[in-house]
């Protein structure tokens, strides 16, 4: 009931920007929490950030002061802005929302994934 659609991702040169969007559609009633996380070939996924509905954003050591996320709530869409990407970024981006699905008194938590889009960091 409840999908994500990712887009933004390509190809960059070391120390170019990209912006990835995902965006949330179905019956939600509420989201708590979306995040960023990335799978390399031969790694496990790792988590890059991650946004709480008060606000609150963690990241990863590793993109920390490189990468931002950010939400339009009205939207339930949220973002990353990824700056001064580097070879080592290259990996597929997965969004992941937490929620509730349905209406006050008939809701249902969810956790969704989305389809992936590929961020490629090479000269």
């Known amino acids: 009931q409840v999908q994500l659609v990712e887009s933004g991702g390509g190809l960059v040169q070391p120390g170019g920007s990209l912006r990835l969007s995902c965006a949330a559609s179905g019956s939600i009633f509420s989201i708590s929490a979306m995040g960023w996380y990335r799978q390399a070939p031969g790694k496990e996924r790792e988590l890059v950030a991650r946004i709480v509905s008060g606000g609150r954003a963690n990241y990863a050591d590793s993109v920390k002061d490189r990468f931002t996320i950010s939400r339009d709530n009205a939207k339930n869409t949220v973002f990353l802005q990824m700056n001064s990407l580097k070879p080592e970024d290259t990996a597929v981006y997965y969004c992941?929302?937490?929620?509730?699905?349905?209406?006050?008194?008939?809701?249902?938590?969810?956790?969704?994934w989305g389809q992936g889009t590929l961020v490629t960091v090479s000269s």
């Open positions: 992941n929302t937490e929620g509730y699905s349905g209406s006050t008194f008939d809701r249902r938590y969810f956790e969704v």
